[in-house]
């Protein structure tokens, strides 16, 4: 069964095409390690909530503009060994080296996890 990692970060808006050359970067690299899709998505219609909202959850400030963003990996445990793969991986691939491919947003702000669909609609 499929499983999901999802993220929602701040990124600056004037870092737009940074955030895309970045995340074009390093999703090559998360689909050689066995993902099967990922989408980046940059803030359209994101209403600011009342109790709680996207804003919110990564303490968005005027200038930012919130990214939703999912990896689809063909199950748990491929991800489980990318993932354990990847300090490997930053030590001694220099396409993994932040150094040189730096994140266009403050990474302490993002919101992660990892899920497993319970439901799944779609078409062929």
């Keep these: 069964m499929a499983y999901i990692d999802g993220f929602v970060i701040a990124v600056?808006?004037?870092n737009k095409q940074q955030f895309i050359e970045h995340a074009q970067h390093f999703d090559a690299l998360f689909i050689e390690m066995?993902?099967?899709?990922i989408l980046e998505c940059w803030s359209d219609d994101v209403p600011k909530g009342?109790?709680?909202?996207?804003?919110?959850?990564?303490?968005?400030?005027?200038d930012e503009s919130v990214c939703f963003s999912w990896i689809e990996w063909p199950d748990k445990p491929?991800?489980?060994?990318?993932?354990?793969?990847?300090?490997?991986k930053?030590?001694?691939?220099p396409r993994w080296d932040p150094a040189k491919n730096p994140m266009p947003f403050d990474g302490k702000r993002m919101?992660?996890?990892g899920f497993e669909p319970v439901v799944s609609l779609g078409r062929p």
């Design 78 to 88: 491929t991800r489980d060994q990318a993932m354990a793969q990847m300090g490997e």
């Design 12 to 14: 600056p808006t004037a």
């Design 111 to 113: 919101v992660f996890g």
């Design 34 to 37: 066995g993902a099967q899709r």
């Design 50 to 62: 009342q109790v709680t909202d996207f804003w919110r959850a990564v303490n968005a400030q005027d």
């Design 90 to 93: 930053m030590k001694n691939d």
